[in-house]
T-cell receptor, first 117, second 111 residues
């Protein structure tokens, strides 16, 4: 069965520190990849997505992620975090091309990011 | 801003009660989903629908049931709630081009 693994359950950083959250998936075929974020008290929302093309994807609020097919990874990065980035981050994968047209998202267990001012 | 609404946001009930969690979206999306989320765990898909009168069970077995009589409405029902049903339930919808829009969730506690 396809699975998604996020390496860290809880990451604590100070403002201006650099961030990298790991995400690995187990499916060997074509995949579409997503990062979702859930700010405290709010609903899950899309941060960025990769379908094809340039493996370096830029999302909202200065986040980016790099798809490395050989490593089955889609790590999330931000050069300088802010207190407002405190949230829970979920990596998600869908098998096959075409996004959610043809399948269902499989989520990782989430990483809680706490940023101290 | 996504237009998908879940009610109630919080519910505390006793064992054996029947409950329905409501989910409505005003975006005209065909595809709708219910996920179950426990703290520190991944979201698990429990039900999905690709359109009116279409419902399927997800990857995680659930005693809940769903219906899809109208495009905009995708309620989830537990006929007899138990403490093991205590969890957060998230509803989502999509047009099918990549992005899922989530509701704010319904946090259920069964005593």
């Amino acid at each position: 069965a396809q699975s998604v693994s996020q390496h860290n359950h809880h990451v604590i950083l100070s403002e201006a520190a650099s961030l990298e959250l790991g995400c690995n998936y187990s499916y060997g075929g074509t995949v579409n990849l997503f990062w979702y974020v859930q700010y405290p008290g709010q609903h899950l929302q899309l941060l960025l997505k990769y379908f094809s093309g340039d493996p370096l994807v830029k999302g909202i609020k200065g986040f980016e992620a790099e798809f490395i097919k050989s490593k089955f990874s889609f790590n999330l990065r931000k050069p300088s975090v802010q207190w407002s980035d405190t949230a829970e981050y979920f990596c998600a994968v869908i098998k096959g091309a075409g996004g959610t047209s043809y399948g269902k998202l499989t989520f990782g267990q989430g990483t809680i990011l706490t940023v101290h001012p | 801003e996504a237009d998908i609404y879940q009610t109630p946001r919080y519910l505390v009930i006793g064992t054996g009660k029947k409950i329905t969690l409501e989910c409505s979206q005003t975006m005209g999306h065909d595809k709708m989903y219910w996920y179950q989320q426990d703290p520190g765990m991944e979201l698990h898909l429990i039900h999905y629908s690709y359109g009116v009168n279409s419902t399927e069970k997800g990857d995680l077995s659930s005693e809940s049931t769903v219906s899809r009589i109208r495009t905009e409405h995708f309620p989830l029902t537990l006929e007899s709630a138990r403490p093991s049903h205590t969890s957060q339930y998230l509803c989502a919808s999509t047009l099918g081009v990549g992005e899922l829009f989530f509701g704010e969730g319904s946090r259920l506690t069964v005593l």
